[in-house]
């Protein structure tokens, strides 16, 4: 099997580690494979966009997700580390407003695959990171909404040093007490 899928502490949400081939020359690993993905997790998705992009040292990017038109996300690391969390948005869910975080890094490849749902979102804990990630859904900027990266009703337990850097938009995020969530 090119994966070893592990579930988190919210059972929907994946860890993959790839099989890697390395030697002297560096290594090689497919870092999707769309049966091997299916048989792995059990999962039949199909990804429509591809996003990549690039943080320095203390961005907190997130947390996000569409209230219609929701995306699954299976995000990776190319470069640099990041911590990258998922809270259940899911209100029907025995895990609603739980949150699952894993490091994810260039070293050790792994990836996360965050359902349909689940608000993301990551921070980035080397001097600088590049996040790629598949999406399940296209991005729609009316859709888009925030969660409040340290709500405390949440309680992400972060591993920052001081206060992250923010886009206007995730500063200003709602609580989950006001956020729109995911009906049954």
Known sequence: MP?????????????????????????????FNARDFAQATGLNVEFVQDNHSKSARGVLRGLHYQIQHAQGKLVRVVQGEVFDVAVDLRRASPTFGRWVGERLSADNKKQLWVPPGFAHGFVVLSESA???????????????????????????????????????????????????????
């Open 3 to 31: 994966y070893t899928v592990t579930p988190t502490g919210i059972p929907d949400v994946l860890v993959l580690e790839p099989k890697v081939f390395g030697d002297a020359r560096g290594f090689f690993f497919e870092s």
């Open 130 to 184: 590049e996040f790629l990630y598949k999406t399940t859904d296209y991005w729609y900027p009316e859709h888009e909404r925030s969660l409040l990266w340290n709500d405390p009703a949440i309680g992400i337990d972060w591993p920052l040093e001081g206060q992250p850097l923010l886009a206007a938009k995730d500063a200003a995020a709602a609580l989950l007490r006001d956020a729109e969530v995911f009906a049954p």
